[in-house]
Each structure stands twice: as C-alpha cells, then as structure tokens.
C-alpha cells in the first residue's frame, strides 16, 4: 500500500476542489450525509479497477444515497450483538448499585465484557469491510450478508487487513500535523480526510480481490 499516493492522487484531478469541498458540506448534512459513504463506496470501486483519476464526481447523488443507506444498515446488523453486550453491561450495573456485595462480580463481568466488545469490533469491522468489497462489485446487499463468506475471507486475508489499520493509523498522524497550519489546517483536515482514508482502503480492496478467487 502507498500512503504518499493515498494524498497525492487527489491533486492530479482537476476538479478536486469542487468534490472534496462538497464532501466536506454534505457531511454536515444529518442524513443526507449517507451520501458521503456512497461517494466512498465509489471512489474505492474505482481503486480496485485501477481507474486513473478515481475520485468520483457528484452525479447520480440518488445511488450514493442508496449506498450509503445499504451499508449503515449492514453496519447496524453487524452491531446487533455489540449493542446487546453494552445493553447487559448496562443492567449489570443498575443491579450492582443496588446491592454492594455484588460489586466484585461486576467488574469481572465487566472486564469479561469488554474484552468480548473488543474482540467482536475487530471481527466485525473486518468481516464488514470484505462485504463493502463486494458490493463494489455486485451492488446488492447480500455482499454484505454473506457474514461466513466475509468472515473466511477477512480471515484469509489478515495481513492486509492489518496494514490498511497501520496505514490508516499513519494517514492520520499525517492529518493530525496538517491542522496545525495556521489559518487553513483545519480546513484541509476536513477535506482531505475522507478522500485519503478511502483511497488506502481501496489499495486494500484491490489487493483482497485481486488475490480472491471468489469474487
């Protein structure tokens, strides 16, 4: 994976101005702002088929909305089992208040709990990103529903994976020193953000298919 290409790509195309800046007032948008994860979706489509100037225009703004919303709901699903594990902690901790001696047994509870959260956020997110990849490639929500398949995949493909958290990790330090340029760091922060961190995920997703005989 590049990460100097990951924000350098964006400068070679013309009108990176006009869709990055969009990017960025459209994400102020509660809702509308789904758009934004299908504009994503996008632009890391283009990077797995090697498309030149990958950054994808604005048109078509009803399918970006549409991708967008396909995956926040496939995000949900994958939480379901997260959200019952905080709503047990939840519980736990109402009954421990009423009843001291309780206490102990809620903090190893608690622990327990929280290793699991973590464990399964990793899973998660991993088996979910496989399902963006191939619904970049079939546009339907069953890419996403196949959570064995993904899971398999995710698993097969680790080290990968893992360089793309490595990479992400560094694109953000280096977003990190760009807000501090006076006046306009902040505002390339927004900007840039969203276009490099998509980018290094679509180097991920075409090294993932690329080695993947089953797409």
């Known amino acids: 994976m590049d990460l100097v290409r990951s924000f350098t790509y964006i400068f070679e195309d013309d009108d990176w101005v006009a869709k990055v800046v969009l990017v960025a007032v459209i994400s102020l948008i509660p809702i509308v702002n789904l758009a934004v994860i299908g ?3 996008a632009l890391i489509a283009n990077v797995i088929d090697g498309v030149e ?8 703004f009803g399918q970006k ?14 939480s379901i089992i997260l959200i019952g594990v905080i709503c047990v902690i ?3 901790a109402s009954i421990s208040m009423t009843n001291s001696r309780m206490e102990s047994e809620f903090a ?4 327990g709990l929280g290793i699991f959260a973590t464990i399964y956020v990793v899973i998660a997110h ?3 990103f496989i399902g963006l990849i191939n619904y970049t490639r079939e546009g339907s929500m069953a890419a996403y529903l196949r959570v064995g398949d993904n899971l398999r995949l995710a698993q097969k493909h680790a080290g990968t ?9 560094a694109a953000g330090l280096v977003i990190g020193l760009v807000a501090w340029v006076p ?6 922060t927004i900007t840039l953000s969203t276009p490099v961190m998509a980018h290094l995920a679509g180097q991920a997703g075409a090294q993932i298919y690329r080695g993947s005989l089953s797409f």
Not at 53 to 60: G, L, T
Not at 65 to 78: E, H, K, M, N, Q
Not at 183 to 188: E, F, Q, T
């Open 39 to 41: 504009w994503v979706i």
């Open 53 to 60: 100037k990958p950054m994808p225009s604005w048109d078509n």
């Open 65 to 78: 909305f549409t991708d967008g919303l396909i995956y926040a709901a496939a995000s949900f699903l994958y």
């Open 90 to 92: 939840g519980a736990a």
């Open 108 to 111: 190893l509870a608690f622990c």
């Open 126 to 128: 991993a088996a979910l």
């Open 161 to 169: 994976l893992l360089m793309l958290a490595l990479m992400l990790f």
């Open 183 to 188: 006046c306009i760091g902040w505002l390339l």
